[in-house]
């Protein structure tokens, strides 16, 4: 549930026709996908649309790797924190029923929680309440695959206090959203997967987005993974826990679906999708923004036991474009920039996943401690076998790729380094930054 960042690129601000849907070349698409598979470095879905007119759609890897069980374009995974578009959808239309205020205090529903008197449902929705993240606990992964009573994560939320004052800065928290879930079924004296597909789901005709891992139809629920050296089994959080900040499962041809109703008030009135779409310290109300050269979109990404996603909508063209992964080892917002340089005619090279393998001497010449001072990080270069693997002190390890004789990459990332084995030192690349370290 944690967010994933999104950084498309801003290419200049050369202009771009409007794309007609019979000009989309499927076949690039098709291409990138045939690349990801065949390298086995990305497994999931994507679903590209134009209003309510599908462009492409298409699935691959496996939803169960132990029963060589392949994708298709109607397997449900878990989309993480792009729940948090549905919550917020449905607070705006409660409040539009004059049922919610946006700017109560949410004194009215948890009189317990720190500040709760000057907190609003308004800071809840924007991340600007200053409460506490609990995902973000040391002892998170402990609780987090059992289920949660109401009164046991409140009581998690009151126990995590605040990091700020309310309304003086933005920090993104999925508290906000869980408590968000609990005054929407207090106040319908209803229960999350009801108003979901109540308000959302029926009036859209979403028929594979569901609260939770889908029960009656399983078979087209996937299992999610994570890459260490191998293709890992990821547990499932407890659906209690996430709940409107991060429970939903859906498609992505779903989720163009929602989006395309969203932006098109098939569910709230414009005046509401302007109040989401109001972008104040990089936050909206469920949104943030997603520029891509000259065009601006507003959309979500999410990230939860080993799912990955970023769904979104852009005016200009009316396109709505969604991809949800269930085995990510390459980087969801190089797929995104793709399709949307297919969309806007301004195609992107299809990605060079191809590697070459190190000599022994290669590898251990490279192997070691690497620090730099400002900021202060160390990296830890070690290897297993032939594998090379790079640590961020304090994160997972993760493998990387060898490029060329000098050059590893780890495409999930984005990070891309470059060693001067003569200098003892290296230099990473990663999302227009770069950093020297030296062994």
Sequence with gaps: MKRTATLLFLFGTLSSPILKAQEFNTNRMDSLLSVMDKNNVWMGSIAIAQGDHLLYQKAIGYTDLAQKKKATIDTRYGI???????????????????????DEPI????KDIPNAGKITVRQLLNHSSGIHNITDNNDYLTWNTKPQTEKELVERIIKGGTDFAPGSKHAYSNSNYILLTYILEKVWKKDYAFLLKQYICKPLNL???TFGRPKNNSQDASESYRFTQEWTLEPHTDNSVPLGAGAVWSTPTDLVKFFNGLFGHKIINSTSLEEMKKIDQGFGMGLFQLPFYEHLGFGHTGGID???????????????????????NYNNNEI?????????????????????QWTEEEISSVVGEYKSEQPPIQINITREGNKVLGQVVGQPAF?????????????????RIVFERSENKMTLYQNGHTLVLKK
């Design 207 to 209: 028929q594979e987005t």
């Design 306 to 328: 080993g799912y990955s996603s970023v769904a979104g909508h852009f005016d200009d063209g009316n396109y709505n474009v969604a991809l949800i992964s269930n085995a990510n």
């Design 336 to 356: 995104l920039k793709f399709s949307l340089g297919e969309l806007y005619k301004k195609p992107f090279p299809l990605p060079d996943l191809a590697e070459i």
């Design 399 to 415: 493998q990387l790729k060898a490029k060329d004789k000098n050059t590893l990459v780890q495409p999930q990332f984005g990070v």
């Design 80 to 102: 993480g924190s792009i729940s948090k578009t549905f919550t917020a959808t449905l607070a705006l239309k409660t409040a539009e029923l004059r049922k919610l205020k946006l």
């Design 107 to 110: 004194s009215t529903f948890f």
